[in-house]
């Protein structure tokens, strides 16, 4: 393989839930981008973390290798004893079974190493301390939650070790689905970057909680175009609760609860979306007037007055 002259100064953990069957990758870097080169995952596949002297074909290729029924372990040992410049490069894979294999070539920069668990892989180089990766890993391995509240957990173990010995700079959570549904747009459940911040994890954070909401709020939707308006108003509810101050869920969570007759409610979650920008009471108007929502003038000018 072709050598790249990119230095991910970088921690990362790639893994499998084997309650879901999930594939997951999330890293941080002192790099900007660091998402777009280091994080890999096909669902009913595996996922692959490549880093150090980064060489992203070890991503595309690990997981076409694993697709055609490698195993982990054998997919890594057929790249790297292809690789002349293997003694610079750190690679993770995970594969079906759960099957994991590493490598931390020889010459990558210290502080550099991994350790490995149950399904998992943590992998870390140019680190402030050699305590980085198997506090990332012990973190995983007790953490609860889903498999993206897990990895963001890792990260912030690296982060409590001294993480990246340049500093921080981006970060990137990738999940796909553990069956696969024959369109991997579907497939890929969470893919986050942050590409350029002082505090990369922090707002990689902040970015789940915000994708959980709108997860949420798109269910909702779901459950109101089949009328089921009281699982729809559960998830807004929920949803609200994750991002109380966001206009775009208050908005539409203040129309259905219009459409319900619950104009108090409405009003007072309305005027959140109007606080932020009165755009979107123009936006009210308009969709009245073409009848996307359908409302009574007396409940329009109800709403209308939170402005």
Partial sequence: MAGSGENETTYSIVARDPKTGQ?????????????GLVGWAESGVGAVATQSFVEPAYGARGIALMQSGLSAHDALHSLASVDEQV???QVA??????????????????????ATGDGFSAQANIMARPTVWEAMA????????DLADRLLASLDAAEREGGDLR???SAA??????????????????????EDHPAPVDELRRLVNLWRAYELAERAEEHDVLGERDAAFAEQRAALELEPTNPEICFWTAISLAQAGRVEEARSTIAV?????????????????????????????????AE
């Fill in 23 to 35: 594939f997951g990758v999330a890293v941080q870097s002192h790099w900007f981008s660091v998402g």
């Fill in 93 to 114: 894979m995970v594969d079906t079974s759960g099957g994991v294999a590493v490598h931390t070539g020889d010459r990558c920069i210290p502080e550099a190493g991994h």
């Fill in 167 to 169: 500093g921080r700079q």
């Fill in 173 to 194: 959570i990738l999940v796909v689905a553990g069956t696969p549904s024959g369109h991997s747009w579907k497939d890929r459940e969470l893919d986050l970057r942050v």
């Fill in 273 to 305: 979306s109007f606080a932020a920008d009165m755009g979107w009471a123009e936006l009210l108007r308009r969709l009245v007037k073409a009848e996307r929502p359908a409302l009574e003038p007396s409940i329009l000018d109800a709403l209308l007055a």
């Fill in 138 to 145: 012990e973190t995983y391995a007790s953490s609860d939650g």
């Fill in 87 to 89: 003694d610079v490069r």
